[in-house]
């Protein structure tokens, strides 16, 4: 069964650096997203992408966050100049299509900025 | 904006008990319902999805109804094991982004 890889598992960093997180959504899905779950918080959107562009994001992800899907099959996740409040858990999911159709989420990249 | 809200927070029931865990949601323009598994430290498992314009999806022990006009979705766990004991979580589906409960953290006892 297809199913949504994420590279790394576990990423320590120190604050100040950037990071790219990276996803292989599934082939045929078409809308992409990323999540973050802050240890012992809900899980949280951070933003989603349709054809090549963000189609939502949320008040979280600000000018430090961008996402690329550089070519045609990955799908990443950059921060910038991350800071100790990015430490988190980051999910990404793939859907088909938009609205009724199931989110497929990766295993996840734990995210520890020192 | 969409507010998930998830009783009761934690749950402990011996082995063979059937699990009722509730899920409310504030916003009922919803796509879908989805029901998640979460073992700790990892990620997130799909266990039903339930379409908004359905009630009720069932997978095995699994059973999840949907009553979108009050809000309310309830995952209904069939004699319960061990191996149930997880964080589940309930996600609703608005503007093609998932707003997720806080969780049930669930133990069954052997």
């Known amino acids: 069964e297809p199913e949504v890889t994420q590279t790394p598992s576990h990423q320590v960093t120190q604050m100040g650096q950037e990071v790219i997180l990276r996803c292989v959504p599934i082939s045929n899905h078409l809308y992409f997203y990323w999540y973050r779950q802050i240890l012992g918080q809900k899980v949280e959107f951070l933003v989603s992408?349709?054809?090549?562009?963000?189609?939502?994001k949320s008040e979280i992800f600000d000018d430090q966050f961008s996402v690329e899907r550089p070519d045609g099959s990955n799908f990443t996740l950059k921060i910038r100049s991350t800071k100790l409040e990015d430490s988190a858990m980051y999910f990404c999911?793939?859907?088909?299509?938009?609205?009724?159709?199931?989110?497929?989420f990766g295993p996840g990249t734990r995210l520890t900025v020192t | 904006k969409q507010e998930v809200t998830q009783i009761p927070a934690a749950l402990s029931v011996p082995e063979g008990e059937n699990l009722v865990l509730n899920c409310s949601f504030t916003?009922?323009?919803?796509?879908?319902l989805q029901w998640f598994r979460q073992d700790p430290g990892k990620g997130l498992t799909s266990l039903l999805l339930i379409q908004s314009s359905q009630r009720e999806q069932t997978s095995g022990r699994l059973n999840a109804s949907l009553d979108k006009s009050s809000g309310r979705s309830t995952l209904y766990i069939a004699a319960s094991q061990p191996g149930d004991s997880a964080t589940y979580l309930c996600a609703a589906s608005n503007d093609y982004k998932l707003s997720f409960g806080a969780g049930t953290t669930v133990t069954v006892r052997a």
């Open positions: 916003d009922s323009a919803i796509y879908n």
């Open positions: 992408f349709y054809n090549n562009e963000i189609s939502e």
């Open positions: 999911a793939s859907q088909r299509s938009g609205g009724v159709y199931e989110q497929y």
